[in-house]
């Protein structure tokens, strides 16, 4: 009995949402849906408030949908995100680097808020100039960056992200897909790696809150049992 007494109680993996589900492929699945629809449902929002204020502009045989969007861009900008958002808490095990700040949904809540109100102020708020405008929505990703992540790997991923999705849309104006009004860094604006590298930190936010609330939910079950 003594022997049985002192015996450590190993602790299961995180795994499952539901008592369902036991796979860690399965949550990985399953976060990734909720990822994608996510991103899609920024995508669906954040382009018919750029194409309203005529910034993105696509050929009229494109614009088919509800949405006065391309049919292409929700599916490719949620694939996007779920790759992000899964990418971010593998990130942090690997490297083991600690989270600055308590995760809670108020905080990627307020985070989702300050990137919808950068892209807001890309298409919105008239600048001088597009340096001035760059500048400005540069201080205010960092700022995102610096609020809710601060950690090197967020930054170091939000870097590769911009410059990533940033070469693609310049191949994609590049080929005819569709077009920035005033370009003027090569083919788009001087702004887009700030809202790349800003949708990055905040995806990441997101999938590092549901890698938590599923380990949450592990623990919770684990103790009732």
């Excluded at 949405?67 to 292409?72: C, D, I, K, M, T």
């Excluded at 950068?118 to 708020?125: G, Q």
């Amino acid at each position: 009995m003594a022997e049985n007494d002192a015996t450590p109680t190993v602790p299961k993996k995180c795994g499952p949402y539901i008592s369902s589900v036991t796979s860690r492929g399965m949550n990985l699945v399953i976060r990734g849906v909720v990822l994608f629809f996510i991103g899609v449902f920024l995508a669906l929002v954040l382009n018919l408030l750029q194409i309203q204020r005529n910034v993105t502009l696509f050929p009229p045989d494109v614009i088919t949908s509800i949405f006065s969007s391309a049919w292409w861009v929700p599916p490719c900008c949620g694939t996007a995100s779920a790759v992000i958002g899964l990418l971010y808490p593998c990130m942090d095990r690997h490297l083991g680097e600690p989270h600055k700040f308590k995760r809670e949904w108020s905080s990627v809540m307020r985070c989702v808020a300050v990137f919808v109100g950068i892209n807001h102020a890309s298409a919105k708020v008239d600048f001088a100039n597009n340096i001035q405008l760059s500048l400005t929505l540069a201080a205010l990703s960092i700022g995102l960056w610096w609020t809710f992540d601060r950690s090197r790997s967020g930054f170091g991923l939000g870097v590769g992200i911009a410059f990533l999705a940033t070469l693609v849309s310049q191949l994609l104006v590049y080929n005819g897909v569709y077009q920035y009004t005033s370009p003027d860094f090569l083919y788009v604006r001087s702004w887009l790696p700030c809202i790349f590298f800003a949708g990055g930190i905040t995806m990441g936010n997101i999938g590092r809150q549901l890698a938590m609330y599923e380990c949450k939910v592990i623990a919770e079950k684990s103790h009732e049992d």
